[in-house]
Each structure stands twice: as C-alpha cells, then as structure tokens.
C-alpha cells in the first residue's frame, strides 16, 4: 500500500525539519519547499493527500494559494500555519476553503490530529446515507444546496445554518457530519433554548461529584460526549451572554474545564449551530456577542423555505407519507392544492397537513378536500385563551364555548366539527411553542392555561 504523502510550505528550515520528523515518525512520506512557486511546480508532477502551508510566504500569501489549490486541486485538503493568537487569520483562512489551522508554535498532538481527519475525508463518510436522514428534492436549489454541503462538509471549518423554522437545518446539519471525515464519530445534537440557564454551564462541559449543591454523581458534557465528532447546537440564539463569553473561549483554545476541576482538558470538536433567528440582528441589538458571531459564522449555509421550491412537494409528500407508514396516495388535486399554499411552517407543517389528511381521506387517497391549511383554521386566538382553566382529570364537566369576535368560516369547510376544533387547537399551540421557542411553560402562560392543562392538551393531541 503507497505510503500517504504529505507537501510542505513553509520558509523557516526548523520548521520544515520539525514537521518532516514528525510526519516521518508516522509512516507518511513528505515533501518540503520553501516557496510557493516551488510547490505549484511539484503539484504540477505529483499529487499529495494532505498541504500544510504558512501563512507568511517570501513570493506571496498562504490565502491565494488556497484560493489557487481550490480552483486546480479541489481534492486537496489544506491546513493553514497561523503565527500564535492570529485567530482572525485562521478564521479567513477556513472561510477561503482551508480544511484547519494550525498555530505556532505548534501543538504535535494537534498537528496529529488534523492529519488523521484530512486522510479520512474520502475513508470515513458515510455514503450510504438513509432515506430519513437526506435532505429531498429535485429542485436546482436544493440540488445547489446538497453541493454545498458536500463541499463543507470536507473542511473542519465551523458552519452557521441558517433558514426559517420547520426547513430542516438538522438534517443539513447531519448530513455534514456524515460525509465528512467525522462520520464514524459521535453527533452530539442540543437545542439551546431548552436547557434552563442555571444548568448550562453543566451540561455543556460537565461537572464532578460534590462540586455543587446536588452533583451526586460525576457528568460528562455535551463537549466531551462529542469529543472526536461533531457538536450541533440549535437555536444557538437563545444562549445567555454569559455562556456566549464561555463558549467563544472554549472555541478559542479548543480546550473545556468540568465544573469542579482545576486543569482543562483538550477536546476536539468541529462545531455546526443553527437558528431561526437572525443572528447579525442579535448583534446589532446587543444580545448576541460579535466575536462569538465571526466565530460561528465561518462558513453560513442558508437553507431555502419550502414556498422556493414548490415544485418538490410531491417528493417530499410520497416520501412522509411512506415514512410515516401511511397505504395512502395523493390525488392530482390534491398536489395542485399543496402547491398553492406557502407553507409558514416549512416541511415540518407539511408533514401535520398530511397527517391531519390521512385522518380525513376516504379510500386510501387523499384529495383537495381532505386537505386543511392555516388559512382555513384562523378562528380568533380566544378559542384557546379565553377558556378556563379545567383539571384534565375531572371530564364529566363540560366547558362552556367562548364567544367568537371574528367571522366564522363556512360550514362546508369546517367538516367534522371535533377534529375541526381539534386542528385549531393544534395550530394555535404549535404556534406558541415556536414563539417561544417550545417552552412549555411560558407557552402556558401566553396561552392563559396552567402548565398541568398545557401538558394534558399536548399529550392529547400528540404534540411533541
């Protein structure tokens, strides 16, 4: 088996002879030059599997030669030598197609592990990638996007994903992780609004036994759990400026301290997040960090709504109904509907839409008129605020119907008036979780219902 091999670009002969001891000692053959010239010569000869280049070059910029290997040698991953603390400089870097950095002096365990990730690249993905785990659709734009993400997912560079609830930034996020050297490696997925503010801390690096009020037991982190794989953090908005401050220095030094312990441990994580809101936003207004900003957004992907490409809700309909384990099919009328309707809750609202159908359909086939949208269930938020407050466990009482301010629709669109009123429901506290980014408690509230009726309608009605 040929030996993987291994260019080198860097002016200062310590540093060459370092890195071909190094690499030596790890069975790679290597290749040392000292200008870029040089090594565009030796491209032009040999391919390598791995270039690592300075920054500082006496014919010209480590950044064009990246942008010169992107365009000529697309298969190879590059990794960047940054002076100590040139943060900013790594993170141009990454964005202009480097695979990772290194800094100087440099850390040889480090150095290690960027070699045994870029040898990876094209060993370790994963290409037979379940059907439930793809991102669906025939579309130019959605084609482009799964480009994208082929391309991303072979750098270490971390990725801001950003789209509008219900598009699928997880999938995206997954599907980076599994075509990229990390595959084999754990995905450590955690929506950041759901974890309370007094337990972040804990769970994201851990914590030791006895070293607070109620640590039992020594945990584990989210950071280590993900050590070796990736980390995704969703709705990374809704992190308090305090974790920011302590998430921007673990990225930084690529290091965690558990709650309790008095030495860091380092750890290795490529970093995705994601988030229905608009970061850039969030920093104008104060409530996101702006170096934690430049951090995460190395590289944004920016995933199209499904009212941008209409014309895959077949696919995406066919495949939810099959996955869900429906016999059902779509009438043509019923496809020309969908594809009328915008769809303010993506993928996700289209998969209630046919699950609310499925219910409604005679025949095995679903038509026009089995089909229920927003638009057609906007009866006034005070069906829902407006009721008291009932113990779930007391059902011979029955509740009275609140009057209705608005225009009731017609008849004939309302059907069977339970699961009418049952849709409406649905609609109106789905509604307020995503506005409260699925705090059951404060959706609770802005509702008018206690949290224990708030969990009995969720439970009911199936909302997870």
Known sequence: MNQPKIL????????????????????????????????????NKDSFDLCLTDMRLPDGDGLDFIEYTQEHYPQMPIAMITAHGSMDTAIIALKA???D??????????????????????????????????????????????????????SQAPVYIHGESGTGKEVIARLIHLQGPRAKQPFIAVNCGAIPTELMESEFFGHRKGSFTGANQDKIGLFQAANGGTLFL?????????????????????????I?????????????????????????????????????????????????????????????LSRAGYSVSLAKDAVEKLKTYDFPGNVRELENILERACTLCEGGVIKAEDLRFASTLSISDTIIQSQPTVDPSVTSIEEPLPSLNNKLPNLEDIGNLEEYLEAVERKILTQALEETRWNRTAAAERLGLSFRSMRYRLKKLGID
């Open 8 to 43: 080198i670009i860097d002016d200062e002969p310590d540093i060459r002879e370092l890195l071909e001891i190094t690499l030596g000692r790890l069975k790679l053959e290597t290749y040392s030059v000292g200008t870029l010239q040089n090594a565009k010569d030796i491209l």
């Open 97 to 99: 197609g480097a695979f």
């Open 101 to 154: 950095y290194l800094t100087k002096p440099i850390d040889l365990n480090h150095l290690r592990k960027i070699i045994k990730a870029a040898l990876n690249i094209n060993t370790a993905k994963v290409d037979n990638i379940p059907i439930e785990q793809q991102f669906l659709g025939e579309t130019a734009i959605i084609q482009n996007l799964r480009t994208q993400v082929a391309k991303v997912a072979r």
């Open 234 to 258: 969703d709705e990374v908005a809704d992190l308090p400026l305090p974790m920011q401050v302590k998430l921007l220095r673990t990225i930084q030094e690529k290091s965690v301290r558990t």
């Open 260 to 320: 309790g312990d008095q030495q860091e441990q380092p750890i290795d994580v490529r970093i995705l997040c994601a988030t229905h809101a608009d970061l850039a936003i969030r920093v104008v207004e104060g409530k996101f960090r702006q170096d934690l900003y430049y951090r995460l957004n190395v590289i944004e992907l920016k995933i199209p709504p499904l009212r941008a490409h209409k014309d895959d809700i077949p696919l995406l309909a066919h495949t939810l």
